[in-house]
């Protein structure tokens, strides 16, 4: 068996996003379908608000399920490279006796299970909080919506996510495994040849080598970059929108918001993290035996994110508020009730501490983290 | 001079005894070898005599300082001025090419000249190569090579010539304790090849967790003199 269940299960990151998308897709999809069959009953005074708000369930949907798909992506791929390299021997030695790529490609399909379960997780819970959305998106003048189950809500949100992306894992594992054996018993991790650099740029200056493996570092996991940075974006952005959404419109969808954003960041950063200390666990370990201090070790691992951190964060806050204006002047510009927005000085310094806050507790207790690997015992390992 | 007085080790919470009360003395400048069957504790002793483990009971004191009791900063400043490693599964960053796992080492003593032991272990046009490009051997010197630019007062090597053939092992050998007569250091060697015992000036002999034998060899052979 070269990847088992528990595998697929330990994607706490992929099972949190497919959860969320899947959430916010499940009632507002629902909201809109049942919407529409109301649309008869829509007068002069509310069609304002009411077509409004069937463009926010569009507009939301289109643009969670989107994003939140592409970065389960990313998250699923990257995550198939790092399961393949810490595996290459034991794949090698199945390759070495006579597996074909495409049999043990095709083994990758349990990853397309952490989909399933957020996904199913994620409708179940939505189909729980409609009650409560239904009633927050109330209008003045319009009769309570009725909930209804729509069949085609499930095979979208569940069973397509599932396949598509059971057949992702399926593919991708096929392309990565593409290489010799040889190689791969050896541990040889990247298998393209580097591109040697010009003498003369490398002969000019001597770094130290905790430079050159905080650079190395970042440059082995570059997609770990990724993920930090998505991190502090979706802490960014989701916080501070939630916040005015709060003021803006309804508490409870503000609320909402706010959840889902410091999940998301506190999911992708915890992950990003324990791979990456979890794929450093030995070069760690020696450079404890060696006698550098966990500080140092820290700075090595960690200190090279935290550009990848402030660029995210400021991302994240230009983004919601390009997306809220766009909201309030556009989808919006129609319904009276709605007050102008304009950018929050003061929830963007809250905002901004707390995250400094967070991601510095968070290095402290991956430092910490880092400081409990038992040198002897991940030497052991081999 | 490094002290061992009654060190006692287990894991698994006192389930696998591994050490049971070992004493040793090894004067600084020496070269000892401990001997042993696999399993007999060899590798543990040591992780504990190098401060990368603590003992459940007994001490360490190595000069005037005893390491069973300082603390993990303490003991991490320690290895850091005074401590090499030679591992037999090498353990060099995959990452990282020749130059820079040795960089490793060099940079806790600010030694530059990190780049002539390269030369000296024999692996000259390998600057820039990564670990996986190398042979067993190769690999093996590269890690040597990150022990020694480190400038240790004691060397700890752990059956570094396991993986090496022959001719390489009787080279790298030859290589280290010419090193060690310039130099001066103190060399803790482990290995199961009774040959190589007649370098060393001290022979310890260990079984199952305990110390069996300890002698004096008055005429250490060279590594071209021994039998393999
Ligand atoms: N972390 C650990 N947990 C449990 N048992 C351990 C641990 N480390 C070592 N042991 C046990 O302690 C005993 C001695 O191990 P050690 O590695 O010191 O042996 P060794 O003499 O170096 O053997 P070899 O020559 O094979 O390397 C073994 O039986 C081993 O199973
Ligand atoms: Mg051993």
Redesign the pocket.
Known sequence: MVVSLKDSIKLLGIIVISFCAVFVCTFFLNFYLDALEIENLVTEQTRAMYEAQLATAEFTCAISGSVLAAIAIVMLVFYIKLYIDSHLKQIGILKAIGYSNGKIAARFWVFGIGVFIGATLGFASGYAAMPMIYKSLLIDGLPQIEIGFHLVLPLVLIVAPTAVFSAISCGYAYFALRRPVSSMLRGQVRFKPEKQKSKTATKNKEHSFLFVMCFKTLGGKKSLAFFVAFACFSYSAMVQMGCSMKRLSTGFMGIMILIIGVVLAVVSLFMALTSLIKANAKNIAIMRAFGYKMKECALAMLFCYVPFALIGFSIGTVYQFVLLSLMVNIVYKDVASVPDYSFSVPVFFITLASFLILYTAAMAIYTYKMSKISV??VM?EN | MIKAHKIYKS??SGA?Q?LKGVSLEIADGDFAVIL?A????????MSVLSGLERPDSGTVVFGNQDITAMNDKQLTEFRRDKVGFIFQQYYLLSHLSVENNVKLGADLAGNKNFREIIEQVGLKGKFKSKPSELSGGEQQRVCIARALAKNPEILFLDEPTGALDEKTGREVLDYISRLKSERGFTMIM?T?NENIAQMANTVIRMNSGEITEVYKNNSPKTAFEIGW
């Not at chain 2, 696999?38 to 002793?45: D, E, F």
């Open positions: 002897k015992e052991a | 894991f698994q696998v591994v042993g696999s399993g007999s504790g060899k590798s543990t002793l482990v199961h």
